[in-house]
């Protein structure tokens, strides 16, 4: 079954442009450097699959279209992956059903802490999200796609990535498990966490990303998660062959 994937967002927690920054990113005219919060949309023989509901869903579904939604696979409960949940009830009330929303038990836990009245008797006002929450950590299938949790570590907490087939979404990792690199083996194109060139605590430098880039083998690699100090327009690092940096609206058929 055919699978199209498109980066609805790839910029960091802040988003790019940052608030009231002036930097030469942040004032760029070049829209590869206009970066919303990260997510993929995969399309699925005709359905649709989010990875995470980030802050700027409702955006990133006018830009690139979201006529429907089948199910949702979160990384973790972050606040840049998780805060447009609320904009995903406008599917319930045009299917008439609950969404299938996969992830971490630890991630599960959190959307019910941080979207309590979802879960919690009372107003509906405008209608509330309902959600099927599925625990998951073990190999699974949707809508005709094995998906396989890649759990990787961002600081302290765990994240999944998803690999479906021969493509791999890795997002907000410093460090990859032994046991998931060879979840990773044979994967054809990987996106992958990038945050900037300085180190960071919890997420992959450009240098960092490139070496576990060069380590997995995937014939083409995109970066993503970018915050301000990557300019689309002159790139601090050279990337090796096969290695590309991400930008909203990057679509590509992984099947």
């Given at each position: 079954m055919s699978l199209r994937v498109t980066m609805v967002g790839s910029g960091t927690s802040t988003g790019v442009p940052?608030?009231?920054?002036?930097?030469?990113?942040?004032?760029?005219?070049?829209?590869?450097?206009?970066?919303?919060?990260?997510?993929?949309?995969?399309?699925?023989?005709?359905?649709?699959?989010?990875?995470?509901?980030?802050?700027?869903?409702?955006?990133?579904?006018?830009?690139?279209?979201?006529?429907r939604l089948?199910?949702?696979?979160?990384?973790?409960p972050h606040a840049d992956h998780i805060f447009g949940l609320d904009d995903i009830r406008i599917f319930n009330f045009r299917q008439g059903a609950a969404i299938p929303c996969h992830?971490?038990?630890?991630?599960?836990?959190?959307?019910?802490?941080?979207?309590?009245?979802?879960?919690?008797?009372?107003?509906?006002?405008?209608?509330?999200?309902?959600?099927?929450?599925?625990?998951?950590?073990?190999p699974f299938e949707l809508l005709g796609?094995?998906?396989?949790?890649v759990p990787v570590w961002h600081g302290s907490m765990e994240v999944f990535g998803y690999r479906l087939g021969g493509f791999a979404y890795v997002t907000d990792c410093n460090v990859i498990p032994e046991a998931s690199f060879d979840l990773l083996a044979g994967v054809e194109i990987l996106i992958l966490d990038a945050l900037r060139y300085r180190p960071h605590p919890t997420h992959f430098s450009l240098a960092e990303a490139i070496a576990a880039a060069e380590r997995i083998g995937a014939r083409r690699t995109i970066f993503t998660h970018f915050?301000?100090?990557?300019?689309?327009?002159?790139?601090e690092i050279s990337l090796p062959a096969g290695v590309e940096l991400g930008y909203d609206g990057l679509t590509f058929d992984a099947a």
């Open positions: 940052v608030i009231g920054c002036p930097c030469a990113v942040c004032t760029s005219d070049n829209p590869r450097n206009k970066r919303t919060r990260p997510g993929l949309k995969l399309e699925i023989g005709g359905r649709i699959v989010l990875v995470d509901t980030p802050t700027d869903l409702r955006v990133q579904a006018l830009r690139f279209g979201l006529p089948d199910a949702v696979l979160f990384t973790h992830g971490s038990e630890a991630t599960l836990a959190a959307l019910r802490r941080t979207f309590a009245y979802v879960f919690e008797a009372g107003q509906e006002g405008g209608g509330k999200p309902q959600l099927d929450l599925i625990p998951v950590r073990e796609q094995t998906v396989v949790p915050s301000h100090d990557v300019d689309h327009d002159a790139p």
